[in-house]
């Protein structure tokens, strides 16, 4: 069947009614995996200066071992995540995953050796690989399209208010640091004894409010429909936005599958036109990492020092730069829909280029103050408006259904080894080039970013699942 012909023969009818109220319930409560993902990966930072103490890290091998291990974990979430998300459902793993972020919180929280923090922090990187992707392809699976776009970007909404919660968290938590505190005198203050294992025991109460809200939405439709239950994805699909879209969503939804009969599996992605989408999904992926931006939330204290603020400074700039990030994510959420994807994408790329070259030039002539600070949240406030919550709008949408498992699967394994690569190079280039050349480096990749997305992603807005995939096809 050409694209023509599937589009003409089971567009959803314009004039649904749509039930916003169930239908921002269960994508807000499927995103509070990105809350999770959000707090978990971020409270590190805050804990930063007072694990290392406590754990004696000196070398910045160790330091980026500290930080990024739970990569590992996440690029082992995000590989399982296609093929048991495929074959149990979305609704099953996003359950499990709020089980794994509460256990390894808990643990985290009392390690008594580095190397059983390690395997904690590992675990918890488990549960972030799994949300990571199923959370934001759930909302893309269970969204109409005029609404899609605004209702993944509440996947990155939460990501931001949990990366928020777990600055302020640490922020509270953390007592006062005398300016001229010594190393001894940290290692045996209660932060370093006590406050940090706080930091990331808190985790387990928004994980287990994740675990049981998951138990009341339903799985989504579109696995439903690939996996021989069709009359549950129609009431699913009715319920969203009444009998005639449901009708008319799984005939549409049925059309792709149909065309292919059969399970698909990671075969499939090496399909030449497929080939070509999946590429764009990796390069965007990575394009989210290498811009650079999470360094200065992963190395909240090497950044902010090097401009020259004290540890009880930087735990406050780093809230002020959790607000910047939360603001300008409703920004995104506002316009997504409204002005697309590619837009945004492309003003993000050529701002945070810009702002980093400023940044590598102040550390470069070793220019320190407010200035610093200013631009540290114009680069964060240009991320959090484009780059971060559109990138995962993209990856969720641009995917066929029969393959969309899988092939997340791959992209998300892509983002994250990316992140790893970004996570555990940072102290080592920041040692061996200084703050100006790795930044600048960083201001590189996005100016590369910028001509990939222009040249290789067409505007998705408006447009259903099954819409996208003709034109891949």
Known sequence: MSSTTRTESAVAPISAQFNTAYLWGISAVAALGGLLFGYDWVVIGGAKPFYEKFFQLTHPSQQ????????????????????????????????????VFGVSAVGTGLA???????????????????????????IAEVAPAQFRGK?????????????????????LI????????????????????????????????????????????????????????????????????????????????EVTLAEKPGQADFKALLDPKMRKVLLLGVGLAVLQQWCGINVIFNYAE????????????????????????????????????RRGRRVLLLTGSAGLAIIYA???TFYYVHSHGVHMLVLVVAAIGCYAMSLA??????????????????AMSVAVSALW?????????????????????????????????????????????GKTLEEIESFWL
């Open 417 to 461: 080894v990316a992140s790893f690569i970004l996570t555990y190079t940072f102290p080592l280039l920041n040692r061996g080039l200084g703050a100006a050349k790795t930044f600048w480096i960083y201001a590189g990749i996005c100016v590369l970013g910028f001509f990939f997305v222009k040249a290789r992603l067409p505007e998705t807005k």
């Open 112 to 138: 008594p050796t580095f190397g059983i923090f390690v395997l904690w922090r590992m675990m918890g990187g488990l549960a972030i690989g799994l949300a990571s992707g199923l959370s934001p392809m759930y």
């Open 64 to 99: 980026g071992w500290a930080v990024s291990c739970a990569l590992v974990g996440c690029l082992a979430g995000a590989l399982i995540s296609g093929g048991l998300s495929d074959r149990f459902g979305r609704k099953r793993l996003l359950i499990s995953a709020g089980l």
């Open 358 to 360: 400023l940044l590598g």
């Open 174 to 253: 953390a007592k006062p640091v005398p300016a001229d505190a010594t190393a001894w005198q940290i290692l045996h203050s209660w932060n370093g004894q006590v406050g940090w294992r706080w930091m990331f025991g808190v985790t387990a109460i928004p994980s287990a409010l994740f675990f049981v809200a998951m138990f009341l939405v339903p799985e989504s439709p579109r696995w439903l429909a690939k996996n021989g239950v069709p009359e549950k994805a129609r009431l699913v699909l009715a319920r969203i936005g009444g009998k005639a879209y449901g009708d008319s969503s799984l005939r549409e939804i």
């Open 302 to 337: 090497e950044v902010f020092s090097a401009a020259g603020y004290k540890v009880s400074d930087i735990l406050f700039n780093i809230v002020v730069t959790g607000a910047v990030n939360l603001v300008f994510t409703f920004v995104a959420i506002g316009t997504v829909d």
């Open 151 to 171: 209702l993944v970007s509440l996947n990155q909404l939460t990501i931001v208010i949990g990366i928020l919660l777990a600055q302020v968290a640490n922020w």
């Open 389 to 406: 919550p559109v990138i995962w709008v993209v990856v969720s949408e641009i995917f066929p259904n029969r393959i969309r498992g899988a």
